[in-house]
């Protein structure tokens, strides 16, 4: 029998402290409890995990969960134990006798939730032991992993869908925070659903600042901008394993407490870094992309991207590790043309057709991303097939602070004539890169070699740069006025309305790139927990005192979000504590003593 709502709310409120849903839980939820499969893309932050935490104390026998990472695991398992639900792991990093000892309890029916990575899902002794362990719910996290059309595809994902043979008629539970529709396409169609029930969120986080800056000297942007948030935790996106290294290294060496990860270190190694990383005793993390998926870290208050991320759904997922409890964090990207120069050439090296193809496109998109002066969250949004109206958004730099804009007609129109003229001399187009070269009167073999120092435009365009014009050029395409062909001789070619605009004069408003300065002070945050500073910090402190003693990650004991309430509403006894959202029974039951006698001692002035 399926739980009411409110026998569901009751549940939620008993195991996790909280007395409301997130968007499309309780639906989500409810559609599997019901035996239904269910594919469910809620962002980041959301509460994806909860959709199946929550059913497997509703639902008799054992619910397993598919998860990528060993780290990942062991995370949910903590956060499990902490909040009173019997869950456990297996893993290749076990010792023999903790792995018998788990898999014991398994056995005896004492275990709610086991998770366990594909590779050993799908081994022979395993798949028969899931026969016996009265398997109720199957949930598949990371779910893009099965796609090669996702941006993380993982081929062990594939041999999942053998499961519906071994467990006929257990539900499967699909999720993931990004998935664009091909994605969610394949999802089901791997996984064998039958009559699937899909839950698609909007992707739009609302308690994230994001901004971009004009690259100008990165390591003096990122110390500045850290500075100021003295506090707090960041994740910092590196495109190198050098550039991991040296910028955690001179964070250090700046008082700063940060550790590298990225792929080529000791897995030892990248353990620890991440384990410090988790648990506050470093604050901030520098990492290629290897880092992240899974990392349910709640107070990450910041995501600074270095360099260019490969692809915006990349860059999505990245800047989605900040504010998980739903407090205000920011996203910094530092943009610069070398960046894309980098990458180009990076994905030149590819040997296959196809992919050198999606890597261009994807980069494309990206630098559209990174130079657009419309607000960021309708780009990003856009990417995803979903439709944001609510400008100006007041949380971007774009919408915040919006570019300066000046009449570029002359200069639109110099462009768009220097396009014509080569393929009027030449009978084929150029790219970008080449039509900057003409207009600034470059001097280059393949001007020679094609004549073009004979072009009415060559020389004409020398008020600008070619960065300058560079910038300009891909604006125009993004306004309609040029397409850049696919493939890896892209050339530029003008559209209709290109060729109207040309024509007829009309007139053309560009904006002007970014500045180069360093990164300007944060913006105002939206939707912050206003609270007892003092008192907030002394809440942090003993938080992480009980969460070493537990050995456990601060943020498992208690969110941000439930210490800045806490400080706020200052409760004295134990009714008024169990109402602060995230306080549930067990956690009630183990930490209110302590954190009830830290505010009572506050609120007397023994400070």
Request: some cysteine.
């Amino acid at each position: 029998m399926t739980p009411t709502t409110p026998e569901l709310t009751a549940a939620l409120k008993r195991f996790f402290g909280y007395e409301t849903f997130r968007p499309l839980q309780r639906e989500i939820i409810e559609d599997s409890l019901m035996g239904r499969d269910t594919l469910a893309i809620l962002p980041t932050g959301a509460g994806k995990s909860l959709c199946y935490q929550l059913q497997a104390m509703l639902r008799p026998g054992l619910t397993v969960v598919v998860s990528p990472l060993i780290a990942l695991m062991k995370d949910q398992v903590d956060a499990m134990e902490a909040a009173g639900i019997p869950a456990t792991c297996l893993n290749s990093s076990l010792e023999a006798d903790d792995a018998r000892e788990r898999l014991r309890g398994i056995e005896e029916g004492g275990i709610k939730l086991l998770y366990a990575a594909p590779e050993r899902i799908m081994l022979p002794g395993f798949l028969d032991s899931l026969r016996r362990w009265n398997v109720s719910l199957v949930a598949v996290d990371e779910a893009h992993c099965i796609s090669e059309w996702g941006h993380d595809f993982r081929p062990e994902y594939r041999r999942l869908a053998e499961l519906r043979d071994l467990l006929p008629g257990v539900p499967f539970l699909a999720l993931t925070a990004t998935a664009t529709e091909r994605v969610r396409e394949d999802i089901v169609r791997q996984l064998r659903f039958s009559g699937a029930s899909v839950h698609l969120a909007s992707f739009n986080r609302p308690n994230l600042t994001y901004r971009v800056v004009a690259k100008h000297k990165p390591y003096d942007q990122l110390i500045e901008y850290v500075s100021k948030n003295p506090s707090e935790s960041g994740i910092v996106y590196c495109h190198s394993r050098k550039t991991v290294e040296s910028v955690a290294e001179r964070l250090n060496e700046d008082g700063v407490r940060a550790v590298p990860y990225h792929a080529g270190l000791d897995a030892a190694v990248r353990d620890r870094n991440q384990e410090k990383f988790l648990r506050d005793d470093a604050r901030v993390v520098t990492a290629t992309i290897a880092f992240g998926m899974g990392i349910h870290k709640s107070n990450v208050r910041f995501v600074a991207h270095y360099d260019l991320p490969k692809n915006v759904e990349g860059y999505y997922q990245e800047t989605g590790r900040a504010g998980r409890d739903g407090l205000p964090a920011d996203c910094l990207l530092l943009f610069g043309a070398g960046d894309v120069v980098k990458h180009a050439q990076f994905i030149d090296e590819k040997g296959d057709l196809r992919e050198r193809e999606v890597a261009r496109r994807q980069l494309q998109q990206v630098v559209h991303y990174a130079e657009s002066s419309t607000c960021r969250r309708v780009e990003l949004l856009r990417y995803f097939g979903e439709t944001y109206d609510r400008v100006p958004c007041g949380a971007c730099d774009n919408c915040l602070t919006p570019k300066e804009t000046f009449d570029g007609t002359v200069s639109a129109q110099k462009l768009l004539s220097c396009v014509v003229r080569i393929r009027e001399k030449n009978g084929f187009g150029v790219g970008l890169a080449h039509v900057t070269e003409v207009l600034t009167g470059a001097d280059t073999e393949k001007i020679r070699k094609w004549g073009h120092e004979g072009l009415s435009t060559y020389g004409i365009g020398k008020e600008h740069t070619r960065p300058e014009w560079s910038s300009i050029g891909r604006e125009l395409v993004r306004m309609g006025f040029l397409r850049q062909t696919e493939g890896k001789f892209s050339v530029l070619e003008l559209t209709e309305a290109g060729r109207v605009a040309l024509k007829e004069r009309r007139s053309i408003t560009l904006s002007r790139p970014v500045g180069k300065p360093a990164a300007a002070p944060r913006p105002a945050r939206r939707g912050e927990i206003v609270c007892d500073e003092a008192l907030f910090e002394k809440l942090r402190r003993l938080r992480k005192r009980l969460a070493d003693e537990k050995n456990v990650p601060a943020y498992i004991v208690f969110s941000d979000a439930s210490l800045r309430i806490m400080a706020r509403d200052l409760p004295g006894d134990e009714m008024e504590f169990a109402r602060i959202g995230g306080v549930g029974a067990k956690k009630l039951e183990e930490f209110g003593g302590a954190f009830l006698a830290e505010i009572a001692e506050y609120r007397n002035g023994v400070r």
